[in-house]
């Protein structure tokens, strides 16, 4: 069984920072793709980020030289580091990971269980 599992997130001011994490474990074989969305009260869910196994990066334009994403392949881990907080960032945001069980010959699609974040003074 495969988990991934968040931690960060809270309330942090605006022009403030976060940083959130997430590790996947279980039976994994290989995570071709990690990534972070967001879904804030009333919209649907966005990418906000995501990083291959080569670390080649994407990132949503509304959060394009203020946030970070990284991962440590080794760790089965990804991070995002958030800076320059603005309240259109409140939402809750979730760890996704398309990745290989071990043994299975095609990835599937897997998320966390979500973490809110709160930009407010």
């Known amino acids: 069984q495969v988990q991934l599992v968040e931690s960060g997130g809270g309330l942090v001011q605006p022009g403030g920072s976060l940083g959130l994490s997430c590790v996947a474990s279980g039976s994994i074989g290989s995570i071709p793709l990690m990534g972070w969305y967001r879904q804030a009260h009333g919209k649907q869910r966005e990418s906000v980020a995501t990083?291959?196994?080569?670390?080649?990066?994407n990132y949503a334009d509304s959060v394009k030289g203020r946030f970070t994403i990284s991962r440590d392949n080794a760790k089965n881990t990804v991070h995002l580091q958030m800076n320059s907080l603005k309240p259109d960032d409140t939402a809750i945001y979730y760890c996704?990971?398309?990745?290989?069980?071990?043994?299975?010959?095609?990835?599937?699609?897997?998320w966390g269980q979500g973490t809110q974040v709160t930009v407010s003074s």
């Open positions: 990083i291959d196994l080569s670390a080649t990066t």
């Open positions: 996704y990971a398309v990745l290989f069980v071990y043994g299975s010959p095609s990835p599937d699609d897997y």
